[in-house]
């Protein structure tokens, strides 16, 4: 996919394009059809491995004839059962509905989204690991309100960075991406009239999540918390992102010179600019993903009746685009970290240039317990590093 008012999408490839979200649909039929004949509901005949009866060209009158129906999922039912011989014509999407399908194709989605940012979190804390503990002993200006504070230590700013990114990692980890299967008002009704009664209806369902590496659940139709849950959590993302590269994007300023990427951007007429660009694009998405899942949770609050007249219609190009903007910015963050250069140098001078001033909090500490001052103002440093490697080394020994 190509975006030029978006620079970065094609680091998002294939995932949640148009194509991705056809050959979801597709696998939906396929599983449900699958799960049908394992059921001893539709006949052996009607086995049909329906992955190859739509191409690229599809797309294109598929997009247009869903402007009839308001989705997809009925133009590409009637291609389906135009190209598939009988009975597998007959039986397919039969006891589904529009919803279910695009709500688990959309999972499917998601589900390989969640794979690769879960690369790119891995890949981010080992990079950011080894220089937390490279850096652990480089002195550096602590900054607050824009102003000189007090001495503290690069390896204690990359912990926070770690940390930041933990708390991303963590939650995201968790995050299921339920099957969603429940008939026309979700009730599962025209499930339990094929297969005889709910448990093998629910079954049906569990199947369909099996195949498609999905986690069984009931019905959620209009409660939409399963779609929120994940705006949510690549928001998170982004959020521990933006924070890496605002610290990165000012500590670049040649007035600074503390930080600076390998090979910035450059100038289109200034040739002496080095541009930290991965930041800068790492930054515009984090202040545009949040409005994102802000409508994914306006959508989920207006959910109404037992399909919603516009809500529901909402969430997709917006979860689409929050999703492969996330990509797009994992990317990045992991590049940027990978060549992420540290100016020890710069850094000791710029300590030594902010004066005593930084130690007068010491000063006054000092008299109030009536001992010297001591040599070093770095508090817990060493052990807040260590207690940030020691999170880190938790989740990942988890990760493959």
């Given amino acids: 996919m190509t975006d030029l008012f978006w620079p970065g999408d094609h680091r998002a490839g294939n995932l949640m394009s148009d194509r991705a979200l056809l050959d979801a649909m597709v696998a939906v039929e396929h599983a449900w059809l699958d799960a049908l004949v394992d059921a001893d509901i539709a006949p052996q005949s009607a086995r049909t491995d329906l992955r190859g009866f739509v191409a690229e060209d599809d797309l294109e009158p598929l997009a247009r004839d869903a402007d009839v129906d308001g989705n997809p999922v009925g133009a590409l039912v009637a291609l389906l059962r135009a190209r598939a011989a009988q009975p597998a014509a007959q039986w397919l999407h039969r006891g589904l509905t529009s919803q279910d399908v695009v709500d688990t194709a959309l999972m499917v989605c998601i589900r390989d989204v969640l794979a690769r940012l879960r690369e790119e979190l891995a890949d981010q804390l080992r990079t950011l690991s080894h220089l937390a503990e490279k850096r652990r002993a480089t002195p550096m200006l ?159 609050a207006m959910s109404v009746d037992e399909r919603s007249d516009g809500a529901w219609h909402a969430e997709w190009a917006t979860l689409r685009t929050l999703a492969r903007r996330t990509v797009v910015a994992a990317a990045h963050t992991t590049e940027l970290l990978a060549g992420l250069q540290i100016d020890a140098t710069r850094a000791t001078a710029n300590l030594a240039a902010a004066g005593d001033g930084v130690l007068a909090e010491q000063q006054t500490m000092a008299a109030l317990t009536g001992h010297a001052p001591a040599a070093e103002y770095l508090g817990a440093a060493e052990q807040l590093v260590d207690s940030a490697l020691q999170r880190a080394s938790h989740y990942l020994k988890d990760v493959p």
Avoid at 209 to 233: E, F, K, V
Avoid at 273 to 295: G, Q
């Fill in 142 to 300: 602590a900054r607050t309100l824009t102003q000189a504070a007090l001495p503290s230590t690069a390896g204690v700013k990359v912990a926070r960075w770690l940390c930041a990114v933990l708390d991303a990692a963590e939650p995201l980890a968790e995050l299921r991406v339920p099957v969603q299967v429940g008939g026309a008002v979700g009730t599962l009704a025209a499930a339990v009239e094929l297969s005889g009664s709910a448990e093998n209806a629910i079954r049906l369902g569990d199947s369909v999540a099996s195949a498609l590496g999905l986690a069984p659940a009931p019905p959620w139709h209009t409660s939409r918390s399963a779609i929120t849950r994940i705006g949510d959590g690549l928001v998170g993302c982004c959020d521990a992102w933006g924070y890496i590269a605002s610290d990165v994007a000012t500590s670049s300023r040649p007035e600074i010179g503390e930080l600076a990427e390998t090979g910035g951007g450059k100038s289109s007429t200034m040739p002496h600019k080095n541009n930290p660009v991965r930041s800068v694009l790492i930054r515009r998405t984090a202040m545009t993903a949040p409005s994102l899942a802000a409508t994914l949770h306006t959508a989920s």
